[in-house]
């Protein structure tokens, strides 16, 4: 079967291409055409066929050993639901929003302190992986994405913290908000920072809330925006607030 990828091909006006995010957004059932538009992970592509399998789905997003990756397919309200290496997709079906990859954990040589609680998307964790080899991903009531030794600017009286994230159900389309520090950042000149008095017990610690939030004119981007945006924003903040 021949896949093409959708990069910056141009397709003529008079051929049909069903986009399934398009559907669903509409909610409106997908037309039996020659090709349809699919998107996995943040990615885009454009089949000749009306239906695949999980294995080839994941053959098309570049997970060449599927024994090591699972896919899940999002359906419009937020439900998502495994696929089978075996199970066909019918691109026709309504409410099929977009596909996720995600691998299958692995617990031999990993250490017990870096918990696993919850599945993140796949770019949220290769980020993590590079950028903070200590996170964990607990489930406490809520689901919480707890990331260790992350540096504070100078002018606090700590040099790093714990930073916790919620990760609400409907991630990554739903937005990470706020965020929490455990130890409490404190400024060195003793002034408060404001929205801060807040704290809430995670994991059996008490974190500081900073109540931050976006605005109408930065809302949170679905497709664009995860963990990786929000955490330079939390850094952003914390530049904000630190004594000069």
């Known amino acids: 079967m021949t896949v093409l990828a959708n990069v910056s091909e141009s397709f003529s006006k008079d051929e049909e291409i069903e986009d399934l995010e398009v559907c ?18 943040k990615e885009y592509f454009v089949v000749p066929v009306t239906a695949m399998t999980g294995r080839q789905l994941l053959e098309l997003a ?12 999002k359906l419009k309200g937020g439900a998502v639901t495994v696929i089978g290496l075996d199970q066909s ?6 409410g099929i929003e977009k596909f996720n990859t995600l691998p299958i954990d692995q617990t031999e040589g990993e250490s017990p302190s870096n918990r696993r609680e919850f599945q993140l998307p796949t770019d949220d964790l290769a980020h993590l992986d590079k950028s903070y080899p200590s996170w964990h991903a607990v489930k406490q009531g809520a689901m919480w994405l707890l990331v260790d030794k992350v540096p504070l600017p100078e002018g606090f009286t700590v040099r790093d913290v714990t930073v916790a994230l919620r990760i609400e159900p409907g991630y990554p389309d739903a937005q990470i908000d706020m965020a929490y520090f455990f130890p409490a950042i404190i400024r060195k000149d003793g002034k408060a920072i404001p929205a801060t008095e807040s704290f809430e017990v995670i994991d059996g610690r008490s974190f500081q809330r900073w109540s931050r939030h976006r605005t109408a004119e930065n809302p ?17 903040w914390m530049e ?3 004594v000069r």
Do not use: M, N
């Open 62 to 73: 570049g997970k060449c050993d599927i024994s090591r990756w699972k896919i899940f397919q």
């Open 24 to 41: 669903s957004r509409e909610g409106r059932q997908p037309r039996c055409v020659r090709k349809y538009r699919i998107r996995i992970d």
């Open 220 to 236: 949170w981007r679905p497709g664009i925006d995860d963990v990786s945006t929000h955490l330079t924003q939390v850094h952003f």
């Open 240 to 242: 904000k607030e630190a």
């Open 89 to 94: 997709v019918d691109f026709t079906t309504p």
